[in-house]
């Protein structure tokens, strides 16, 4: 009975949190063209675009740069289950380890896949490649990747969208991608 209502929990909390995203996503705010002689109204669009930035998971907060906020915690969980950004961006993706145990047991990092990977081929070359971070030797699957991080810790890439598309994130942490994955949508 416990675990059942663990997981109703968990269904409804899921459920709030993805009208919560829905409701942020129209929020999105797109500064246009700035007046230079009305330097008090770029400051006031500034600033709401700071507070945007720090209610929203991802944000274009300049053109052609995407602003993605991961986490994973010590229950090997990442907070997002769909990331969604456009063709030719840049995204900036910070990945937050907000749980408190270290890495050598309970590390994360995002990793990228290719279409077409097999998740669970990759992620058991990746657990056999602990001296390199848990990314496969030469491996051609990865599209753009993290460092591996433990509790407290924070690590943020930038790399170019892939082509429109959907695919895999994961962490690569040994046992970690069954729960730790997510679509990477391009569109
Ligand atoms: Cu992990």
Do not use: W
Request: charged fraction near 25%.
């Amino acid at each position: 009975m416990k675990k059942i209502s663990l997981i109703l929990a968990l269904m409804i909390s899921f459920v709030i949190t993805s009208c919560g995203d829905e409701k942020k996503e129209e929020e999105k705010i797109t500064i246009g063209d700035n007046n230079t002689f009305e330097t008090i109204d770029t400051e006031e669009a500034t600033m709401e675009t700071d507070t945007a930035a720090a209610a929203t998971d991802t944000l274009q907060r300049e053109e052609g740069v995407v602003e993605v906020q991961l986490t994973g915690d010590d229950q090997m969980k990442f907070n997002l289950k769909e990331i969604k950004v456009k063709a030719g961006q840049t995204v900036k993706l910070t990945l937050k380890h907000v749980g408190q145990l270290e890495e050598n047991v309970m590390g994360h990092n995002f990793v990228l896949l290719k279409q077409g990977t097999d998740l669970a081929k990759f992620a058991q070359q990746a657990a056999s490649a602990k001296s390199n971070d848990y990314i496969p030797q030469n491996t051609d699957k990865v599209i753009a990747n993290t460092e591996m991080i433990g509790g407290g810790e924070e690590t943020t890439i930038e790399f170019k969208a892939p082509a429109a598309g959907t695919y895999d994130f994961i962490c690569s942490f040994p046992g970690h991608y069954i729960q730790m994955q997510g679509k990477f949508i391009v569109e």
